[in-house]
């Protein structure tokens, strides 16, 4: 989602002026007063038999008319218009025409952008997070000011460093991605209540499925983007977090992206849809397309020869709902034609409405109904403003703390000077896919309850295109205690339809910092607002540059989360969850390349830290903290036996034949191996530290060169110990993929790295 605010302007009024949408003053529900007694209004049914009952009411033209995002409404029924598109990735968001701020709810709570919260590694933090933002996005509903359908998490992998996008991701891991979908699409939907796991508190997104990482790069646009994927890739990379936010989070939709995969787009790919998202992985929810997707398949990409070949391809493939107004167009005219059945129409509407009934949506008044008590007086709560804060000092990374310049003393630090383009941010700080926050806190305002601020831009915006405004920031810092440098990028740089070309900070902030370091009296902290990585080797390499943060784009309350880290309130623990790349890394392979493998042939030199084994400026899982922790590894077995499954063979007589036996071969369903890891807190000040546990599997296969198989973030007082249990899936975890996208276990030497520690399991079949 979605095309740029321009893009997504024209597109609305392109809607308008199609369907005129129903004016309705104030919400108004179905199944509400005498409209209440037709059987689809009846709780006391099975959702299945309510949802036959309302479509067996409908007219052909009616039909078509619920096939898109502004789904027209049924009067004589007493539905209402409804508008699908909402958008909710770091609190409620007004991005998509389904949500509006406004009378009671000038506001939402805006957390940090998805990169920053990502680098928490705490699952409990991300599930806490959709937790607030679903009851934030209730209370909207129950006021009329949002839908309950949320296209939210974005869970593409950050494949590459330029993707104006790569904020919204959870970062380039694919089980951490999935780990924070999982969480995150849980603390939206609450389909976990033991009571009713089938009631809906509002409905989740994966998106955008599948291999989607591009927005516009060097002339090459998402919407004629033909990525070509390799079939270990798609299996090993590009599958696994939409797979894990269906499978474990139970997300209740999967939006298909504008990009084509290997020549089919997706939105048109009954092998990506019905095959793999509802026959292999089970959703129970409803498939929508990027808005104008199958628009763009047939206007752009000209995939089909008809407008009406266009709505059953992408119909029959399993698409339900478009987010644009072509379905509605052309869908009567596909089916006059036969090119499309009634049938597959009902079955569309069979997967949206039994979402819209699971949400509540046909039980009339929403007051009398679970979440029905929530409205403005929940949202911008305390506690939600406070778990914002709490999110972005979680996440803050601290890159670089020479000769321990940081924590920063109030006691002797009285006078700072706050400087850079960002050192007064608000709108900055919420990134793209942001609502209206409840207020702000920028680094200035934050370093203002710590020490006398003496602020000075430096720079005319992030483009920081001339040098006219270094003198005053030179002074600043000649004439404080501490310097504080908030450079970085906004959606100026990196945004949806703009990647970036280049690695580094823009125009002349660089030298920015080089004077401003060369003049300062005290110590010079360089704080980086940014979603994607930057290259800032000139700084790591320069001792006159002491500290180094990551701030991400930390959300409404990022500026106090900032200062609260550099005045030593809080202790940094945050880790890096994307590679950081220097600058050359651009020139050896375009962004247009899918592969994550290295490539020898063209000199490419691979993706993230699966497979890239050249230089970084920092690398995955960085992150340094005021106090110290030591890791030992307590227990773990030093070898695994995986049963066969009894009819196929890795045995010629007694002997073990094969390198490798596939998954689907074994019985390994089930089975665990656990490590148990020491953390010791030996440093001066309590904090969190991030145990990662990778595993490299015997080489050959094509295997990554090391794997990401268990993660957790703990908190440690000062001079204290705890132990951390990682339980390994074996079927799951030390499992590699094939050229040939099979699954299968690599039989011989696993080995297990924590640190600096490194532990080999051996890894055995047996017969049965
Ligand atoms: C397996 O054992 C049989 C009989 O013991 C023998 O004839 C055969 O050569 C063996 N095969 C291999 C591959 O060792
Ligand atoms: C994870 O986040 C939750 C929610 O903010 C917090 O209570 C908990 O202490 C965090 N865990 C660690 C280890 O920092």
Not at 287 to 299: A, E, K, N, Q
Not at 347 to 363: H, K, S
Not at 390 to 404: F, S
Not at 704 to 709: D, E, G, I, R
């Amino acid at each position: 989602m979605a095309k740029s605010i321009l893009l997504a302007t024209f597109f609305s009024l392109l809607i308008a002026t199609t369907f005129p949408a129903i004016v309705e003053p104030g919400p108004s529900f179905a199944c509400d007063g005498q409209m209440g007694s037709f059987p689809f209004c009846d709780r006391s049914l099975p959702i299945n038999a309510r949802v036959s009952d309302l479509i067996r009411r409908l007219t052909l033209p009616e039909k078509t008319r619920l096939l898109v995002n502004n789904a027209e409404g049924l009067a004589r029924l007493g539905v209402p218009h409804y508008e699908w598109w909402s958008e909710a990735l770091h609190g409620v968001s007004n991005v998509g025409p389904g949500t509006r701020f406004g009378g009671n709810v000038p506001g939402a709570t805006s957390f940090p952008q998805v990169i920053l919260t990502a680098a928490s590694f705490n699952s409990s933090l991300w599930e806490e997070i959709g937790q607030a933002v679903s009851t934030e996005a209730r209370a909207m509903y129950n006021e009329g000011l949002a839908g309950l359908t949320f296209w939210s998490p974005n869970v593409n992998i950050f494949r590459d460093p330029r993707w104006g996008r790569g904020q919204e991701t959870p970062g380039e891991d694919p089980t951490v991605v999935g780990r924070y979908a999982g969480r995150y699409v849980r603390g939206l939907q609450n389909a976990f209540d033991a009571k009713d796991p089938n009631r809906l508190k509002v409905a989740a997104c994966c998106k955008h499925y599948t291999a989607y990482d591009l927005d516009n790069w060097k002339g090459v646009d998402r919407f004629h983007f033909d990525a070509k994927v390799s079939k270990q890739d798609l299996e090993d990379t590009y599958q696994p977090p939409f797979e894990t936010c269906v499978v474990e989070g139970r997300a209740a939709s999967v939006m298909c992206s504008y990009n084509q995969v290997n020549g089919i787009p997706t939105c048109a790919d009954p092998n990506l849809l019905t095959k793999t998202i509802r026959g292999d992985w089970g959703l129970n929810g409803y498939i929508v397309s990027d808005c104008d997707s199958v628009g763009v398949f047939y206007d752009s990409q000209h995939y089909t020869a008809t407008p009406e070949d266009a709505a059953a391809i992408a119909i029959k493939s399993g698409l339900d709902l478009d987010c644009g107004p072509f379905l509605a167009e052309h869908t009567g005219e596909a089916m006059r034609k036969g090119k499309v059945s009634e049938r597959d129409i009902d079955q569309a509407l069979t997967n949206t409405f039994t979402v819209q009934m699971r949400l509540g949506m046909f039980d009339g008044n929403p007051a009398a109904q679970p979440f029905g008590q929530l409205g403005h007086k929940d949202v911008c709560t305390p506690p939600h403003q406070q778990l914002a804060l709490e999110a972005a000092r979680q996440g803050i990374v601290l890159l670089k703390n020479h000769r321990a310049a940081l924590p920063l003393l109030p006691a002797r630090v009285r006078t700072v000077a706050v400087i850079g383009p960002n050192a007064d941010a608000t709108f900055t700080m919420i990134g793209n896919y942001a609502g209206v926050p409840c207020g702000y806190t920028s680094p200035v305002q934050g370093i203002r309850r710590y020490a006398k601020a003496i602020y000075q831009p430096g720079c005319r915006g992030v483009a920081c295109p001339t040098t006219d405004l270094f003198r005053p920031a030179i002074e600043a810092a000649q004439n404080s205690d501490a310097t504080i440098m908030v450079m970085g990028l906004d959606q100026s740089i990196e945004a949806e339809l703009r990647d970036r070309e280049d690695l580094l900070l823009p125009g002349h902030q660089q030298e920015l910092i080089q004077s401003v370091s060369m003049a300062s009296r005290g110590p010079v902290v360089l704080v980086l607002m940014s979603g994607g990585p930057i290259d800032v080797s000139f700084a790591k390499d320069n001792n006159r540059v002491p500290g180094i943060i990551w701030a991400g784009y930390p959300g409404q309350a990022g500026g106090q989360a900032i200062a609260d880290i550099v005045f030593g309130q809080y202790n940094p623990g945050g880790k890096l969850p994307m590679t950081w790349y220097p600058q050359e890394y651009v020139t050896k392979l375009p962004m247009t390349s899918m592969n994550m493998r290295p490539d020898p042939s063209k000199g490419y030199p691979g993706r993230t830290y699966r497979f890239y084994t050249g230089n970084t400026v920092y690398p995955f899982g960085h992150g340094s903290s005021y106090t110290k922790f030591t890791e030992s590894i307590a227990q773990a077995p030093s070898m695994v036996s995986v049963p066969l499954d009894g009819k196929h063979g890795c045995f010629r007589n007694d002997t073990v034949s094969c390198q490798a036996v596939r998954v689907s071969h074994t019985r390994c369903s089930g089975l665990f191996m656990s490590l148990h890891i020491d953390v010791n807190n030996i440093g001066p000040m309590d904090g969190s530290h991030v145990v990662f546990v990778y595993s490299t599997p015997p080489q050959g296969h094509g295997a990554p060169s090391k794997q990401l198989v268990g993660f957790r973030r703990i908190h440690l007082p000062s001079n204290s110990q705890q132990q951390a249990r990682f339980d390994i899936d074996v079927c799951r975890d030390l499992s590699i993929v094939d050229q040939f996208g099979l699954k299968k276990l690599p039989i011989g030497s696993h080995l297990f790295q924590v640190g600096e520690l490194t532990h080999s399991v051996s890894l055995q079949l047996m017969k049965v």
